[in-house]
């Protein structure tokens, strides 16, 4: 039942394109914004892909609701559809990582690991499509869900990593591996 579930989220997701399109230009406009700065392009990078993870996550709980019930009345537990949603999801988010590591392989010649970028943009993935599905949980409704996701992704560029509360960031955890990707040349 867990990939059924899969595959009908999967089917239901590549119906609504021009979101899948946005999920996929997101990070691409994180990145353009600092490629002059290589360590930042590839921290900015992981953030875009988090946020655009999350986002996606948040919009298919939320969004498939109605979908949930006529497969529960199918034999669908609420275990295999949640697993199942986010089995999708994180199918999606390697694609999209995948992509996103091709791009830093081309344009990013100087990077002393590269392997910490795939390293770092699965990890991001790993974090962004629960974190997405919590709020979903927390936050019933796709507006509110995504101002609540959009807070939390601000927060994580604005606030300073060294400060004891950005260790409550949902990627902060993810800085260790950007540093370790990058050699952290500049120093922050």
Known sequence: MLLTVASISLREMSRRWVALLFVFLLPLV?????????WQAIRFLAI???????TLALFSHVGTRRLDQRLAVTGATPTALFLGRQLALMA????VAGAYFA????TQDHLPRLHGVALLLTTTVLIGVPLGALVSFVI????????????????????DPADSAAKALPLWSTRELASYAINDQAGD
């Open 30 to 38: 994180f990145y353009l914004v600092r490629i002059d700065v290589h």
């Open 48 to 54: 875009g892909v988090g946020w655009a993870m999350a």
């Open 92 to 95: 999606i988010g390697v694609v």
């Open 103 to 106: 791009l830093v392989a081309v």
């Open 140 to 159: 019933t409704r796709e507006l509110e869900g995504a101002l609540a996701l959009l807070s939390i992704m601000a927060l994580q560029l604005l606030m």
